[in-house]
């Protein structure tokens, strides 16, 4: 009893006091140091501790899982610059050149397409012969000029990209711009040419047909007169044929002359042949062929009708 009282009485003394302060001290100290310790690990490592919700499963970041963004592995991301490639490596390869342009027309070709790009052609001054439905020497040296003057390649062959720039440049052609130099198609016969032996002149169309009993032996492109000189319509008949006929009244040549309405007759005219439907006649009926014209003055005989129309 007596050893338990003095050690009982001695842990009252201020001697006593202080020493477990010291050690309660030291404990902290240590428990500070572990939760520094642990932190710092935890800062390293990329590591996160997590607590526990009530279904047992971790509420926050798993150890070992990283935050978004940073490296897989979960070290640190590095702040060095990144390494030049190296010189060796070779380059991505360059994308493939693109197909050149599709040719639409070239030389050899003919048609309607044809004509209207040479009448486009004449419309920007590279042209100056009327369209003639097929695509010539002429025509291919027009294109390479107009290509070479906007920095395309000098072919001479209509590619899209050629054909897109002169449609901007130029306007829907007409039929006469089509047609300037004759070789339009004729339209169907007056029914008044149906019978007999007939110059069949159709002012529409402007085409003239040779007919006999209704059958078309010759079809030429044909000019008439302007608005102050007509030519007159209506049903004739050839009264007088002159093969070296010269205009009195205008002192101009006429071969090939066939007379069917006072002065007015069909015949050859080199004006027509030169600058085709750009001008007209004084009323006469104009044939620019004259191949064609001096074989139908050889079949041709007076008294055979003449017609006229619309």
């Given at each position: 009893?007596t050893?338990?009282?003095?050690r009982?009485?001695?842990r009252?003394?201020?001697?006593?006091?202080?020493?477990?302060?010291?050690?309660?001290?030291?404990?902290?100290?240590?428990s500070?140091?572990?939760?520094?310790?642990?932190?710092?690990?935890?800062?390293?490592?990329g590591?996160?501790?997590?607590?526990?919700?009530?279904?047992?499963?971790?509420?926050?970041?798993?150890?070992?899982?990283t935050?978004?963004?940073?490296?897989?592995?979960?070290?640190?991301?590095?702040?060095?610059?990144?390494?030049?490639?190296?010189?060796?490596t070779?380059?991505?390869?360059?994308?493939?050149?693109?197909?050149?342009?599709?040719?639409?027309?070239?030389?050899?070709?003919?048609?309607?397409?044809?004509?209207?790009?040479?009448?486009?052609?004449?419309?920007?001054?590279?042209?100056?012969?009327?369209?003639?439905?097929?695509?010539?020497?002429?025509?291919?040296?027009?294109?390479?000029?107009?290509?070479?003057?906007?920095?395309?390649?000098?072919?001479g062959?209509?590619?899209s990209?050629?054909w897109r720039?002169?449609?901007?440049?130029?306007?829907e052609?007409?039929?006469?711009?089509?047609?300037?130099?004759?070789?339009?198609?004729?339209?169907?016969?007056?029914?008044?040419?149906?019978?007999?032996?007939?110059?069949?002149?159709?002012?529409?169309?402007?085409?003239?047909?040779?007919?006999?009993?209704?059958?078309?032996?010759?079809?030429?492109?044909?000019?008439?007169?302007?608005?102050?000189?007509p030519?007159?319509?209506?049903v004739?008949?050839?009264?007088?044929?002159?093969?070296?006929?010269?205009?009195?009244?205008?002192?101009?040549?006429?071969?090939?002359?066939?007379f069917?309405?006072?002065?007015?007759?069909?015949?050859?005219?080199?004006?027509?042949?030169?600058?085709?439907?750009?001008?007209?006649?004084?009323?006469?009926?104009?044939?620019r062929?004259?191949?064609?014209?001096?074989?139908?003055?050889?079949?041709?005989?007076?008294?055979?009708?003449?017609?006229?129309?619309?």
């Amino acid at each position: 009893m007596t050893d338990m009282s003095s050690r009982t009485a001695g842990r009252g003394t201020p001697a006593a006091r202080g020493a477990r302060a010291v050690r309660r001290s030291l404990a902290v100290r240590r428990s500070l140091a572990v939760l520094a310790g642990a932190a710092a690990l935890a800062t390293v490592c990329g590591c996160t501790t997590g607590t526990t919700g009530a279904d047992g499963g971790a509420t926050g970041p798993r150890a070992g899982r990283t935050a978004p963004g940073g490296p897989a592995d979960g070290k640190a991301a590095s702040t060095a610059p990144a390494r030049p490639a190296d010189a060796g490596t070779p380059s991505p390869k360059a994308s493939a050149p693109a197909p050149p342009p599709r040719v639409l027309w070239s030389p050899g070709d003919s048609g309607r397409d044809i004509r209207e790009l040479q009448a486009r052609l004449r419309q920007v001054a590279w042209l100056f012969e009327g369209p003639s439905g097929s695509y010539d020497a002429r025509t291919e040296d027009a294109v390479k000029g107009f290509q070479g003057k906007r920095g395309l390649p000098r072919t001479g062959r209509t590619d899209s990209v050629t054909w897109r720039r002169l449609l901007a440049m130029t306007h829907e052609p007409d039929r006469w711009e089509l047609y300037l130099m004759g070789g339009q198609p004729a339209a169907a016969p007056d029914t008044r040419c149906l019978t007999g032996r007939v110059l069949c002149v159709d002012k529409t169309s402007r085409t003239l047909r040779w007919m006999i009993d209704g059958r078309t032996l010759t079809t030429v492109s044909v000019r008439f007169g302007s608005q102050y000189t007509p030519t007159r319509e209506g049903v004739f008949r050839v009264y007088w044929k002159s093969r070296h006929h010269v205009s009195t009244l205008y002192d101009s040549p006429m071969p090939y002359a066939m007379f069917f309405s006072g002065g007015q007759a069909v015949h050859f005219s080199s004006d027509f042949a030169a600058r085709g439907y750009a001008g007209a006649s004084h009323g006469c009926v104009n044939v620019r062929d004259e191949a064609a014209i001096a074989e139908l003055f050889a079949q041709v005989r007076n008294g055979d009708k003449v017609v006229v129309s619309w």
